[in-house]
């Protein structure tokens, strides 16, 4: 069983970058596509980035398209996901979530492993 632990995030300003880790366990990591989802407070929960197991396919939200970067090593059973450029709109909680398959997936019914979370604030 593959578990999910994110880290890294807190505060930045606007235009600024943080970074996002999402750290695996279990052996069988490789298989699993990623996905970052983010939730802002008072709003539902929204797609940002995934990445299939591989890393060659990734697929981005319109809204960090060109500012957010992921990726991911499967020797260190990690997922990264670099961002740039950071808008006060960035801010939320953001979830690393996982589902063992050859594809990535941009909905949240799709996953079926999930961090617990990590806060991420962007000051104007």
């Known amino acids: 069983q593959v578990q999910l632990v994110e880290s890294g995030g807190g505060v930045v300003q606007a235009g600024g970058s943080l970074r996002l880790s999402c750290a695996a366990s279990?052996?069988?990591?490789?298989?699993?596509?990623v996905g970052w989802f983010r939730q802002a407070p008072g709003k539902e929960g929204e797609f940002a980035a995934a990445?299939?197991?591989?890393?060659?396919?990734?697929d981005y939200a319109d809204s960090v398209e060109g500012r957010f970067t992921i990726s991911r090593d499967n020797a260190k059973n990690t997922i990264t996901l670099q961002m740039n450029s950071m808008k006060p709109e960035d801010r939320g909680v953001y979830y690393c979530a996982g589902v063992r398959g050859p594809d990535n997936y941009i909905i949240k019914s799709a996953y079926r492993k999930w961090g617990q979370g990590r806060e991420v604030s962007v000051s104007s």
């Open positions: 279990g052996r069988t990591f490789s298989s699993y596509a």
């Open positions: 990445i299939n197991r591989s890393g060659g396919s990734t």
